[in-house]
């Protein structure tokens, strides 16, 4: 007997977080910001807080990476990378 076919399972859309993770790696990885070995970022007026705070909670948890909040609501995110031996 044949075996019936599944339907594909469409895929899931990208959350709110993952959308938030995607626009801040488009700003770290620009030339300018890998040049510089630092990125400012900002929360998107449609990006809801508890999105944001989780995401710098994650950046801030990396290794060589610090961040500091600027007065006007934007978080600079510096970061080294190490030599190898």
Do not use: C
Request: glycine share 4%; proline share 8%.
């Amino acid at each position: 007997m044949a075996k019936a076919k599944k339907e594909p399972t469409p895929p899931t859309p990208p959350s709110s977080y993952d959308l938030m993770g995607m626009r801040v790696q488009k700003i770290i990885n620009s030339t300018g910001a890998q040049t510089a070995k630092r990125a400012v970022i900002y929360k998107a007026p449609d990006e809801l807080q508890d999105d944001w705070e989780q995401l710098l909670e994650a950046i801030d948890e990396a290794d060589n990476v610090t961040i500091a909040h600027q007065d006007d609501g934007g978080v600079q995110v510096f970061w080294t990378v190490p030599k190898d031996d």
